[in-house]
């Protein structure tokens, strides 16, 4: 058991509590990192096909600006994460996102380019720092943070890029929207 479990070994309601939080956690990274998969292609298909007709050398533009600012996003989340309370930075970044996510359903401001440009820039600062900051938050809840742990937050990682994306095609093919 120590060798999976590193080398406190848990046993009875320890290992229940254990479990639950690794669950837990693996679900939050499945409907926190699946929705980047999911913008990739909105981005792909909305900012070329919908309202804003991007060019395809200027969605190219947006996309790479996006992952651009990203990385730079990730590379901040290590000097905040050592300076703020991960849950609390964690509880800020899904705020933004979904603050930032809303805002592309106002239909006054997908009229403008621009609109897009800056919008899809703070998402990707926004969006960068979420992964790591959740592996932080991940082990305060659990404290023996080792490999295993860390693979199967790897594994549900995958699995829900790969499952939310199915899952939003099926909603999207079901409500069908013009």
Known sequence: MSLIFGNKVYRGKDLLYMMIQKKLITLLLFCILGHFAVISKFMMT????GPAKFSNSEYSNVQTLFWLLYVIGSFLATIVAF???PILFVAILLCLNTTLAALFL???LCEYKVFFWISISVLGLVNGPVHPSVIMVAKNFIGDFNSFVLSIFSL?????QWLFQ??????????QPG
């Open 46 to 49: 909305y900012l070329t096909r």
């Open 106 to 108: 106002v239909p006054f």
């Open 83 to 85: 300076k703020m309370n």
């Open 156 to 160: 549900g990682a995958t699995l829900s």
């Open 166 to 175: 199915y899952l939003a095609a099926q909603l999207l093919d079901l409500i």
